[in-house]
């Protein structure tokens, strides 16, 4: 690890990491990524020990009222004084490995004119980390990109790295410690189905209700089996029946706000989404 260092340094990197109250992951993030020559936190308001620690681990810390998933991306891009950045939710984290690789092939992708790199991501669910689930098990994120070849689209929700040029993929893992019990799964899944229940009502998108059981009923086929998540024991099951749960309910909100506009705006205020910075990117 100690000669990966070195290398790092001839390639400067822009860390990128947006915060909203992560006082318990901001310090394993930042410090995760040792050969970063800068590190960025866009803290959108933090009440907790946020900005303080990541100050403390070696962050400069911008402040940005919410704009959007996609948005604030694009503003924090725009803020990095290099033109390769590493952009990581505050939850994420290289493995030792992947930090070491990362220095010692950054020469080869900049010469090979990459626009991004694919980092492996490997999610920790329920306290350890999923063996064979696909979506959570070496799923490739489009994480470290050229700043001039790469912009995030800006939906409500999902954002995702549009980018133009070919990819370079790694090896060691990208460590994601997903919410650290079910009642933040929960609450993410009803602000994620809020934002793209309001995207579809907002694209004029039909509701299909007589499709809702077979949607349902074909996702968790799909996750258990195709996707491997019967071979994580209950932990799979829970997480197909999740994500099954989720495909559905966003459709169920879509119908709702259809038959009951004034219901979209009921949810905003008891889920807060005037300003909804709590719940990071997928």
């Not at 959108?44 to 946020?50: F, M, V």
């Not at 704009?67 to 950045?85: D, E, P």
């Not at 952009?87 to 900049?110: G, N, T």
């Not at 470290?144 to 790295?161: C, K, T």
Request: glycine share 4%; proline share 5%; net charge positive.
């Amino acid at each position: 690890m100690n000669a990966a260092v070195p290398v790092a340094s001839a390639v400067p990197l822009t860390l990128l990491v947006m915060t909203y109250n992560e006082s318990a992951n901001i310090a394993a993030c930042l410090d995760s990524v040792p050969f970063a020559d800068e590190k960025i936190v866009i803290d959108s308001g933090s009440e907790d020990d946020t900005v303080a620690i990541a100050q403390a681990h070696g962050a400069r810390v911008v402040s940005q009222a919410w704009l959007g998933y996609g948005k604030q991306r694009n503003f924090a891009t725009g803020l990095a004084t290099h033109k390769w950045i590493l952009f990581l939710d505050a939850d994420e984290r290289l493995s030792p490995a992947l930090a070491e690789e990362i220095a010692q092939r950054m020469p080869e992708v900049v010469k090979n004119s990459a626009a991004v790199g694919l980092l492996p991501r490997s999610t920790h669910f329920m306290g350890r980390p999923m063996r064979w689930y696909r979506p959570m098990r070496r799923e490739f994120k489009a994480r470290l990109y050229h700043r001039e070849h790469a912009r995030w689209s800006e939906p409500r929700v999902h954002e995702s790295l549009k980018y133009r040029g070919p990819g370079v993929k790694f090896r060691a893992e990208l460590e994601h410690r997903h919410d650290p019990t079910l009642v933040h799964v929960q609450l993410k899944t009803l602000r994620y189905a809020e934002l793209k229940a309001l995207d579809w009502v907002g694209q004029g998108r039909a509701v299909r209700p007589w499709s809702w059981p077979v949607i349902f009923l074909a996702t968790f086929l799909k996750d258990y089996l195709l996707r491997l998540a019967v071979l994580d024991g209950t932990r799979g099951w829970m997480a197909a029946y999740l994500d099954a749960h989720y495909t559905l309910y966003k459709r169920l909100r879509q119908f709702e706000m259809v038959q009951v506009p004034l219901s979209a705006k009921s949810a905003a205020v008891q889920l807060q989404l005037k300003d909804d910075r709590s719940v990071n990117a997928p």
